[in-house]
Each structure stands twice: as structure tokens, then as C-alpha cells.
């Protein structure tokens, strides 16, 4: 089968039709990170994000990191900022082995005043949020759902990257459960709330292996895209090894706007 297989449908429930064999990860080019002597027995990497304009002029960043468990338990801290709407987010969020989320916090502030501040849990068949936005006051939601939340969108960029994992676990035909994110703006400037994404409005496309050197260094990275269709709108997305790890993301918007993403600091022991 092609290898730029479309993968429609991650946002419901069900197999996705798509290739079984799984493509190798990619190492990178650049030298191998030791590992930390801090005694425990988890690894942590950590590294910075710019958000630019079509012109390349930085109008925000994201610094993150990442804990992973022995178990694969990992845990997502990222502290976003974009100077264009003086927007900023905190987001906490931990998926299991299997890429699924367990919880999260999401706080978001505009021009330095809150917009919202929600705790979300996901179980085995339930998702439920607990909060407080300006817009809606204190927030209480809760889902009874058919299977497990398979994909929660908090709006990081190193977020964005975890679909790779996604593509990855439906070449292997694991089945799509429901998917959720915490706000339908593409700043994720609203909410934070538990909203649940309508199947078909996000298109994932394999495109393969593609090397890029950014200021973090030259890596080996596998691109994929995700599409918006309903909104005619494109998101190119590289990500590079078993983390998953944020390299490059353009959106393109149809009044032919673009927004880059590049990976400017990188260090601990990712993979």
C-alpha cells in the first residue's frame, strides 16, 4: 500500500484503514544524548520551540518538557507564549504507554488577564473536566463514552507532534477512540473547555522520512500533514524519533497567511 495512505477518521471511533507495516524511526544525525545521573529512574529532555511569521521575525515560543516513565507513562509540561494575541498557556498533560491521556491542566491568559483554568481526567470510558473560564464561569462537563480517549489536543506544539505516535499505532491497526481537545480556535485561546472533535474534521497524511537542520541541529524526521478540510486549512508537521519530538510545523491558512514552528534548544535524553 502507498505509503501516504490517508488516515481519516481519527477524531471517531474505529480501525482505520491503513498500511500494517510499520515504518522505521529514524535516528538523528546529531550526537546522542547521555543520559542524567539523578538517581531515579526516569529519562527527561527538555527544549524550545519559536513561533514565527511568514517573514521568519519570532512572535512567540514554547518551552517544554518531557518526563517518561519506564512504564512509557509520559508527562508534558510546556509553557506557551505568542506575542501577537499576548497569549499565554500553561499546559500539564500525561499519556499513558499506549499515547492515551490521563489528565491534564490547561491555564490560559490574554493581555495578562485569565481566560480559564480547567483540570481534565480521562478513564476507561469517561472524560470529565472541572474548572473555571471567564466566558462560562465554573465549569463542570463529563462524558460517557464507548471506548478510551485515544487523542486530547491542549494546543502545545510538541502536543501537535504526538500525532505521528497516532499514525504509528494505526499502521500497527489499533483502533481510534474518541478524541477531544480544549478549544476549536487555532490559537487555543478560548476555554479551556472538554470538546469533543467531530469525526472527519481532521485528516492525518503520512508523507515519509525527510532530513532538516534547524538550530537545534540536523535531524531525521518523518513528515506528516493535518488537514482541516471543513476549513480548507493545512497544518505540515515534522517530527523526529520515539519521542515524537517537535522539529518543524507550517500552517497554512487560505488567504495564503503561513505561521512557522522550528526547534531551536534541545537536550536530555530523548530518543
Known amino acids: 500500500m502507498d505509503r501516504r ?3 481519516a477518521g481519527l477524531s471517531g471511533t474505529g480501525v482505520l484503514g491503513v498500511s500494517a ?4 524511526i529514524p535516528k538523528s544525525h546529531i550526537a546522542p544524548p547521555k543520559q542524567a545521573k539523578t538517581g ?6 527538555s527544549g524550545r520551540v519559536g513561533y514565527l511569521d511568514g517573514k521568519g521575525g519570532e512572535m512567540g515560543r514554547e518551552f517544554f518538557t518531557v518526563t517518561v516513565q519506564p512504564s512509557g507513562e509520559r508527562t508534558l509540561r510546556a509553557l506557551c507564549e505568542m506575542d501577537d494575541f499576548r497569549l499565554m498557556r500553561d499546559v500539564t498533560l500525561t499519556i499513558d504507554a499506549n499515547w492515551q491521556p490521563i489528565d491534564a491542566y490547561v491555564r ?3 493581555e495578562e488577564q485569565l481566560v480559564g483554568a480547567t483540570w481534565f481526567k480521562f478513564g476507561d470510558t469517561t472524560a470529565d473536566a472541572h474548572g473555571v473560564t471567564v466566558k ?6 463529563h462524558y460517557d463514552l464507548p471506548s478510551r ?5 491542549t494546543h502545545p506544539l510538541h502536543n501537535d507532534s504526538w500525532k505521528l505516535a497516532s499514525i504509528r499505532q494505526a499502521k500497527k491497526g489499533v483502533a481510534a477512540g474518541p478524541s477531544f481537545s480544549t478549544s476549536n480556535m487555532s490559537n487555543g485561546g478560548s476555554g479551556p473547555l472538554l470538546l469533543p472533535s467531530q469525526p472527519g474534521r481532521m485528516v492525518l497524511v503520512y508523507v515519509g522520512p525527510e532530513r532538516l537542520k534547524t538550530d537545534a541541529g540536523t535531524f531525521e524526521t518523518e513528515y506528516f500533514r493535518m488537514d ?5 486549512e493545512t497544518m505540515k508537521c515534522w517530527a523526529m524519533g520515539e519521542d515524537c519530538v ?15 514552528f522550528e526547534l531551536t534548544d534541545l537536550e536530555g535524553d530523548y530518543r
Not at 507495516?21 to 522505521?24: L, P, Q, V
Not at 531515579?40 to 529532555?45: G, S
Not at 462560562?136 to 462537563?141: L, M, P
Open 5 to 7: 495512505t490517508l488516515l
Open 21 to 24: 507495516a510499520e515504518a522505521a
Open 40 to 45: 531515579m529512574r526516569h529519562r527527561t529532555y
Open 108 to 110: 490560559i491568559t490574554a
Open 136 to 141: 462560562e464561569g465554573n465549569v463542570t462537563q
Open 149 to 153: 480517549v485515544t487523542s486530547f489536543g
Open 228 to 232: 482541516l478540510p471543513s476549513m480548507n
Open 246 to 260: 517537535p522539529v518543524r510545523q507550517i500552517h497554512e491558512w487560505p488567504d495564503g497567511r503561513e505561521k512557522r
